[in-house]
């Protein structure tokens, strides 16, 4: 496969990035150095992200027409829309059905970014859509998604899992856990319709935040509703939750945004899953800030580590709620007692 995709880059006189191919191909950008082998014209396709050059690679090793093209893939969904582009099927990145991988996912503007740990080893990627996600991997995989799941029904009354999750972030970061909406108004589309119809339903509106996030809850409810497997797979957690049982049931000191925030987060992380912030590193050089922000990946890397442990995960509540569609309406986190991998 790897070989087919140096070719199609060569004819179509394309370069892309290191970690753009590895996270393709589905494996570490260590593992891909070894598999591109000696230095050739055919693998100089692929260059360092920020010198936009092949590493290492002589005048001469250079391939003709290497600097052609002005833009560079730095985008795994790009470099596959890329290759359709030049009339041929790529092949798909085979680890992908690996047994043992787990996944952590987070909405973006780009669509969803995953973060995929295998083996003790985490890689990052994006899709459109979480169907395309379960479609492309392992049918045994556990995705444990930033996004609610299982919604009332022309009811005020919250669910409790967002209540047992705020009264956890308690005094720090239960601004960060709002309400799910009622799912008659997931069909709107503008703020104001979907405001107005939760007014008329439950006599309660709903916040912008929840407003900009409606489209991605009611594509996870719709999947669910409709595929079987894919309840077994998909667990909802919240990222503050999850850092919160990583920390030993700690909120964070810091706003997710923040610089602080980054380093409280990475430390966490990297008692975890040792190696994990350096992939982080490199995913935040890599992703264009425009379709996934940092916090989105640091986000979907924790839920990806909260997988990682589902045999020692808990939920809030103990015992979750039932939605009148059979979902379980729950947050996964890690136990407080698990110890670090």
Same mark, same amino acid.
């Given at each position: 496969?790897?070989?087919?995709?140096?070719?199609?880059?060569?004819?179509?006189?394309?370069?892309?990035?290191?970690?753009?191919? %590895?996270?393709?191909?589905g494996v570490?950008?260590?593992?891909?150095?070894?598999?591109?082998?000696?230095?050739?014209?055919?693998?100089?396709?692929?260059?360092?992200?920020?010198?936009?050059?092949?590493?290492?690679?002589?005048?001469?090793?250079?391939?003709?027409?290497?600097?052609?093209r002005?833009?560079?893939?730095?985008?795994?969904?790009?470099l596959?829309?890329f290759?359709?582009?030049?009339?041929?099927?790529?092949?798909?990145?085979k /680890?992908? /059905?690996?047994?043992?991988?787990?996944?952590?996912?987070?909405?973006?503007?780009?669509?969803?970014?995953?973060?995929?740990?295998?083996?003790?080893?985490?890689?990052?990627?994006?899709?459109?859509?979480?169907?395309?996600l379960?479609?492309?991997?392992?049918?045994?995989?556990?995705?444990? #998604?930033?996004?609610?799941?299982?919604?009332?029904?022309?009811?005020?009354?919250?669910?409790?899992?967002?209540?047992?999750?705020r009264?956890?972030?308690?005094?720090?970061?239960?601004?960060?856990?709002?309400?799910?909406?009622?799912?008659?108004?997931?069909?709107?589309?503008?703020?104001?319709? %979907?405001?107005?119809?939760?007014?008329?339903?439950?006599?309660?509106? #709903?916040?912008?935040?929840?407003?900009?996030?409606?489209?991605?809850?009611?594509e996870?409810?719709e999947?669910?509703?409709?595929?079987?497997?894919?309840?077994?797979?998909?667990?909802e957690?919240?990222?503050?939750?999850?850092?919160?049982?990583?920390?030993?049931?700690?909120?964070?000191?810091?706003?997710?945004?923040?610089a602080?925030a980054?380093?409280?987060?990475?430390?966490? #992380?990297?008692?975890y899953?040792?190696?994990?912030?350096?992939?982080?590193?490199m %995913?935040?050089?890599?992703?264009?800030?425009?379709?996934?922000?940092?916090?989105?990946?640091? /986000?979907?890397?924790?839920?990806?580590?909260?997988?990682?442990?589902?045999?020692?995960?808990?939920?809030?509540?103990?015992?979750?709620?039932? /939605?009148?569609?059979?979902?379980?309406?729950?947050?996964?986190?890690?136990?407080?007692?698990?110890?670090?991998?």
């Amino acid at each position: 496969m790897l070989e087919s995709v140096l070719k199609q880059l060569e004819n179509g006189r394309q370069r892309c990035t290191y970690s753009c191919l %590895a996270r393709y191909l589905g494996v570490p950008r260590g593992k891909l150095i070894t598999l591109l082998g000696e230095r050739r014209p055919e693998t100089s396709w692929i260059v360092n992200e920020r010198t936009l050059r092949p590493t290492g690679f002589s005048q001469a090793l250079e391939a003709p027409g290497l600097y052609d093209r002005q833009n560079v893939i730095t985008d795994a969904a790009e470099l596959k829309a890329f290759l359709l582009s030049t009339g041929d099927q790529p092949a798909q990145p085979k /680890d992908f /059905d690996d047994e043992g991988a787990v996944y952590g996912v987070d909405g973006c503007k780009g669509g969803w970014v995953y973060a995929r740990v295998f083996e003790g080893t985490m890689t990052f990627g994006t899709v459109s859509t979480v169907a395309e996600l379960l479609a492309r991997t392992s049918p045994c995989a556990p995705v444990f #998604i930033d996004i609610p799941i299982g919604l009332r029904n022309g009811s005020a009354e919250p669910r409790l899992c967002d209540v047992e999750a705020r009264r956890v972030l308690a005094p720090r970061r239960q601004n960060s856990v709002f309400n799910a909406p009622v799912r008659e108004i997931l069909e709107e589309t503008t703020f104001d319709a %979907a405001n107005g119809r939760s007014k008329k339903l439950t006599g309660k509106g #709903i916040s912008r935040q929840t407003f900009n996030i409606m489209r991605k809850i009611g594509e996870v409810d719709e999947l669910l509703q409709q595929n079987e497997a894919a309840r077994r797979r998909v667990r909802e957690v919240h990222p503050e939750v999850c850092f919160w049982a990583l920390a030993g049931g700690e909120p964070m000191r810091h706003y997710k945004k923040s610089a602080a925030a980054l380093e409280e987060r990475h430390r966490l #992380i990297d008692r975890y899953l040792p190696g994990a912030v350096e992939s982080l590193q490199m %995913a935040y050089e890599t992703f264009p800030p425009s379709r996934v922000s940092r916090d989105d990946l640091v /986000d979907a890397a924790v839920a990806a580590i909260t997988a990682v442990g589902q045999d020692r995960v808990q939920t809030l509540p103990i015992v979750p709620e039932i /939605d009148s569609t059979g979902l379980q309406m729950e947050m996964a986190y890690r136990s407080p007692s698990a110890q670090a991998l």
